[in-house]
């Protein structure tokens, strides 16, 4: 396996509880149910690989959007899908290139109006470090 490319910093809402944690990903469980997820990938085809892994299944809601985070470009999109209970649930991903990182948080579509702000947050709170 090749070395990373960058380091990644990002900061987790503060309720946010580790359920899985392993080197170079991480899985934890924050407010309103959310799920939130992060990969640091070798490369940027594993980074479309996880993309597309994270995406089966759910239907793409509105177009890819760009923002700028860190003075780098990071590629966001909305799926939702329904969950074994029937509920929709909403996923947004964020994708950031130079860093190759996958950042996920995955919430019941009830909630994501409320929780807008800090996914927001935590996207756009990545830091490149190297």
């Avoid at 946010?16 to 990903?25: L, M």
């Avoid at 939130?36 to 239907?59: H, S, Y």
């Avoid at 074994?84 to 919430?107: C, D, H, M, Q, S």
Wanted: hydrophobic letters at 50%.
């Amino acid at each position: 396996m090749r070395a990373f490319r960058s380091v990644i910093l990002c900061w987790l809402v503060a309720a946010a509880v580790v359920v899985q944690a392993q080197q170079a990903t991480g899985t934890r469980i924050a407010d309103q149910g959310a799920r939130i997820q992060v990969w640091a990938l070798p490369d940027a085809a594993q980074g479309a690989t996880r993309l597309a892994a994270v995406a089966a299944g759910k239907k793409l809601n509105g177009a890819e959007t760009k923002w700028e985070v860190g003075g780098k470009e990071a590629r966001v999109r909305l799926h939702t899908a329904k969950n074994e209970a029937g509920e929709t649930v909403a996923t947004v991903t964020a994708f950031y290139p130079a860093a190759v990182a996958v950042l996920a948080v995955e919430i019941p579509a009830k909630s994501y109006g409320a929780a807008q702000a800090w996914i927001m947050a935590f996207f756009k709170g990545l830091r490149y470090k190297g």
